[in-house]
């Protein structure tokens, strides 16, 4: 079993919250998620690294989005990489 756990510390409660609410509801039964005031704790576990990767992947795009919602982020991630994927 393979398990990931993402800690995400934000400037303030509230912000925390947005996004809390932004992604919980697109994870339930994936993704346990947590919130402890301005901390932000989630996490996932898979049978396989590509199923883990996949599921990462969605992750973060949702909290982006939420992010970029809350106004947080002001411009897209860079694609480090190449392959279009969240960085």
Do not use: Q, W
Request: aromatic share 4%.
């Amino acid at each position: 079993m393979i398990t990931l756990e993402l800690r995400i510390r934000y400037n303030d409660e509230k912000t925390a919250k947005a996004v809390f609410d932004s992604v919980s509801p697109d994870n339930e039964g994936y993704v346990s998620t947590e919130l402890h005031g301005n901390l932000l704790l989630m996490r996932m576990s898979s049978d396989n690294a590509g199923t883990m990767r996949n599921a990462a992947d969605d992750l973060m795009a949702c909290i982006k989005a939420a992010e970029e919602a809350s106004g947080l982020v002001s411009a897209p991630a860079p694609d480090l990489d190449g392959d279009s994927l969240f960085e």
